[in-house]
């Protein structure tokens, strides 16, 4: 029965590491997706000025039309975004959870008693 003491803080041990691992590596699940959805937006606002100051141009409605459209993709990036800072919640919460089990894993292990 000493093996299964010995196992429980071992794998306890390997479930810990990888828990905290794990939630400190979330964040960077919606590094790339968040940054061209800003880079993005930038870009709508600035078309969107550039639409602004043509008004009353032949230009005009070619800038607004252009103006629309990069808002529109600019939205949709933003959506991509929230969902990816919803999945990196959800698996910062899953690591803390394993990180958990690990942590007890091994209180259980330590507090075993050997016969």
């Not at 959506?79 to 698996?91: D, F, M, Q, V």
């Amino acid at each position: 029965m000493k093996i299964l003491r010995v196992l429980l803080i071992v794998f306890g041990i390997l479930f810990l590491l990888a828990g905290i691992g794990g939630a400190a590596l979330s964040p960077e699940i919606s590094g790339y997706e968040c940054m061209v959805a800003g880079n993005i937006s930038s870009g709508a606002e600035r078309s969107a000025k550039t639409a602004e100051a043509a008004k009353g141009t032949p230009q005009e409605a070619a800038l607004q039309a252009k103006a629309k459209e990069d808002a529109e993709m600019a939205a949709q990036w933003a959506k991509g975004c929230s969902n990816e800072k919803s999945t990196a919640n959800i698996a910062f919460y899953l690591a803390l959870g394993l990180a958990a089990i690990g942590f007890l894993m091994i209180v259980v292990g330590i507090i075993r008693k050997t016969r």
